[in-house]
């Protein structure tokens, strides 16, 4: 067997295990972040002033320990998650129907109207997004939908530069060229030709975008601009942990490692899916 096969064959089974392991972590998170807080004996709001900032143990349920208002930071944590990963997968579907529709109509119209599209896609490149999320923030009630936009509204153009650059390859191929010489509206060529054969980058690029709009929700919530109490996320906690670090580190220590595993799992099953469904990769 040739180097370069052997090599295919070692990238494919590395891709798989990374796409397993990883998928398999997030949907351990993601169910516990569902069941553990009705699992749980204490609830979400309950204070109790004299077992404040008591550490992780067995007895009584404290499995994370208690913040510095005596709630439980295990039901605190699944539910801080369980808002972290809503508005990173609503915010990421924001950005790829935004991207995915204004990436295929300037790759499909092409010529001037393309280059006014990416003309106005490099324009907005150039403006500090996130300080226009922080004065939207500011000016407007802080609330999920406002969340979900503002993020969703930061990650759309890469999404549409890399859907217009498929869409000008895939126009060029026989199945596109039929499609319009029988009379297909350019809609519907869009929507049953172009569309489906983008599905394998986007479903890839999807989950890479996942991690940077976690990044930025946690980024706001530390700020104190992203979900507000009672409600909370993992940023939130980690910034409620700061102020606690040297008295209760478990209070930052157990939130920032749970993000930072959710982060590295989407990045990892990112690169697997990449490597699995990227047919350049096999021809190297």
Do not use: C
Not at 9 to 23: E, F, K, M
Not at 192 to 198: A, S, T, Y
Not at 255 to 262: E, F, G, K, Q, T
């Amino acid at each position: 067997m040739s180097a370069a096969p052997t090599a295919g064959l070692v990238r494919q089974a590395t891709a798989g295990a990374a796409v397993r392991i990883s998928g398999s972590i997030l949907v351990i998170i993601a169910v516990a972040a569902l069941l553990g807080p009705s699992l749980s004996s204490h609830d979400y709001f309950s204070m109790n002033l004299a077992e404040r900032l008591e550490s992780p143990t067995l007895d009584n349920e404290r499995f994370f320990g208690t913040d510095d208002l005596g709630r439980d930071l295990f039901v605190r944590t699944m539910s801080g998650t369980r808002v972290t990963l809503l508005v990173a997968i609503v915010a990421s579907f924001v950005s790829l129907v935004l991207g995915v529709a204004y990436g295929a109509a300037a790759g499909y119209a092409g010529g001037k109207v393309d280059a006014f599209m990416m003309r106005i896609v490099d324009a907005l490149y150039a403006l500090p997004f996130i300080f226009l999320v922080i004065l939207l923030m500011v000016a407007f009630e802080r609330n999920f939908l406002l969340i979900f936009v503002a993020i969703g509204a930061i990650n759309w153009l890469d999404m549409a530069r890399i859907v217009r650059g498929q869409t000008l390859a895939l126009k060029e191929r026989e199945f596109v060229a039929a499609a319009r010489l029988i009379g297909v509206p350019p809609v519907m060529v869009v929507l049953r030709h172009i569309v489906p054969n983008l599905l394998g980058v986007v479903v890839v690029y999807v989950t890479l975008t996942i991690p940077q709009a976690i990044l930025v929700e946690s980024f706001l919530s530390f700020l104190g601009l992203g979900i507000q109490e009672p409600q909370t996320s993992l940023g939130a906690l980690v910034n409620g942990g700061v102020s606690q670090m040297e008295h209760a580190p478990w209070a930052l220590l157990i939130p920032a490692a749970l993000l930072a595993l959710i982060l590295m799992s989407f990045n990892f099953l990112g690169d697997g899916l990449r490597d699995a469904l990227d047919p350049r990769l096999e021809a190297r």
